[in-house]
């Protein structure tokens, strides 16, 4: 079977950061995606990981671990408009984009 | 401005009833997929193609088809065999490359069907 966990509610407030957990379970693994979705809205790529590490683009930071099945979407200098669902995915395929998504994390922040 | 179009906005299906969700994207991707979105959950994929004239079934494409006749067009049919059909779906492309460019999905701004 395929799993993905991450929390369902996280809050904070202006200026703060906050890190969004994300585990794994899947048969292929190629690399693990982070999505931004606003209510009623499209999602927008974030970030990737497809080897183990930290990749920083501005405030947004993601890491992957492929031994521990895990990742984290860190978000840095909150600003009201990053409410929003944050989902993390699952890239199944070698050669074409199979995402298996999360549940989602609802953060909310706080002025 | 390249991009992908999703219509209906907003779609209204009777019991019974067909209906086809239209998403055309100008970005000269060749891989375009289907999702569906319910109330709090993520999101689940419908099929995916590739490549014009080919595609595969997703996590749950029972009830549901796809056609694949052009490069920027993947029509989405929800038939009367989908019982539960009352979703929000989102259509999707990415490029058929080789490094992090594939990885990227662009989404429309999806459909919300509503069965009366």
């Known amino acids: 079977g395929q799993s993905l966990e991450q929390p369902s509610e996280v809050t904070a407030v202006e200026g703060a950061i906050v890190q969004i957990n994300c585990t794994y379970q899947t048969s292929g693994f190629y690399g693990l995606s982070w999505y931004q979705q606003h209510d009623g809205g499209a999602p927008t790529f974030l970030s990737y990981n497809a080897l183990d590490g930290l990749e920083e683009t501005g405030r947004f930071s993601s890491f992957l671990s492929r031994s521990d099945s895990y990742g984290y979407l860190l978000l840095q200098e909150l600003q009201m408009k990053d409410s929003a669902s944050y989902f993390c995915a699952v890239n199944r395929g070698s050669t074409l984009g199979r995402l298996y998504f999360g549940r989602g994390t609802q953060l909310t922040v706080w002025p | 401005d390249g991009g992908i179009t999703q219509s209906p906005k907003y779609l209204f299906r009777k019991e019974g009833q067909n209906v086809t969700l239209s998403c055309e994207q100008n970005?000269?991707?060749?891989?375009m997929y289907w999702y569906r979105q319910d109330p709090g959950q993520g999101l689940r994929l419908i099929y995916y193609s590739q490549i014009v004239n080919d595609f595969q079934k997703g996590d749950i494409a029972e009830g549901y088809s796809v056609s694949r006749e052009k490069k920027e067009s993947f029509p989405l049919t929800v038939t009367s065999a989908q019982k539960n059909p009352t979703a929000f779906y989102l259509c999707a492309s990415s490029p058929r490359t080789s490094g992090r460019a594939r990885e990227t999905q662009y989404f429309g701004p999806g459909t919300r069907l509503l069965v009366l």
């Open positions: 970005l000269n991707h060749d891989a």
